[in-house]
């Protein structure tokens, strides 16, 4: 198995609503990220675990929350969003955490805030 | 913030031609990747190349790398509608660990 895949792909909620992006990986790769891509523009980096812990947080909201169960599973929980959160959300994850780092990247969760 | 510059942000040709896109960036690099992205997907890996290479070849794509002038250039040859996408370079700088960061990106417009 050499995909990433990522539940949901369309996702529509409130600003005081609760909800989970999920993400999955069986690839045993030890490093698995979180982006925030915007139309048109690059995907900006949010999170990154490594070795199922979190290694970097690029000043994100507290709004988002990540967490990671397991090696091959990573979730990004939300609440109180905001509109302007409104973008997809990419999940990547690659074999190694420094030096020579493939990243393989899900589909995306396309994320709507009313 | 992001250190990569990719020229041109959009460049748009007729099926069979040649493209290029160029890339720009500012620190010090372990190597350099470059992405595809189709409209609304997830990013594909399409080729990396480590600092201490010049030139690298994919079925279609030739990427080079000159690390004096910080720069590198995508060339898909015999360009198809398939093409059409966006294509992102990105970095893995020497002193950002597993962070990849990424270039704006040119949006390819192939014509059939």
């Known amino acids: 198995d050499t995909e990433v895949t990522q539940t949901p792909k369309h996702l529509v909620m409130g600003m005081t609503n609760k909800k989970s992006l999920k993400c999955e990986q069986h690839?045993?790769?030890?490093?698995m990220y979180w982006y925030k891509q915007k139309a048109k523009k690059p995907p900006e980096l949010m999170f990154v675990?490594?070795?199922?812990?979190?290694?970097i947080n690029e000043s994100v909201p507290s709004r988002f929350s990540p967490e990671c169960p397991n090696s091959s599973l990573l979730n990004l929980h939300l609440h109180a969003l905001q509109p302007e959160d409104s973008a997809l959300y990419l999940c990547?994850?690659?074999?190694?955490?420094?030096?020579?780092?493939?990243?393989?990247f899900g589909p995306g969760t396309r994320l709507t805030v009313l | 913030s992001q250190q990569g510059e990719e020229d041109p942000q959009a460049l748009s040709i007729q099926e069979g031609e040649n493209a290029t896109m160029n890339c720009s960036y500012k620190?010090?690099?372990?190597?350099l990747q470059w992405y595809r992205q189709n409209s609304g997907r997830g990013l594909v890996h399409l080729i990396l190349?480590?600092?201490?290479?010049r030139e690298k070849h994919s079925g279609r794509l030739r990427v080079t790398l000159d690390t004096s002038k910080k720069s590198s250039s995508l060339l898909i040859t015999a360009s198809r509608a398939a093409d059409t996408a966006s294509y992102f370079c990105?970095?893995?700088?020497?002193?950002?660990?597993?962070?990849?960061?990424f270039g704006e990106g040119t949006q390819l417009t192939v014509n059939p």
């Open positions: 990547a994850s690659s074999q190694r955490t420094s030096g020579y780092n493939e990243q393989f």
């Open positions: 690839m045993g790769h030890r490093a």
């Open positions: 675990y490594s070795y199922e812990k979190l290694s």
């Open positions: 620190t010090s690099i372990n190597n």
């Open positions: 190349i480590r600092s201490n290479e």
């Open positions: 990105a970095t893995d700088g020497e002193t950002s660990g597993s962070r990849l960061t």
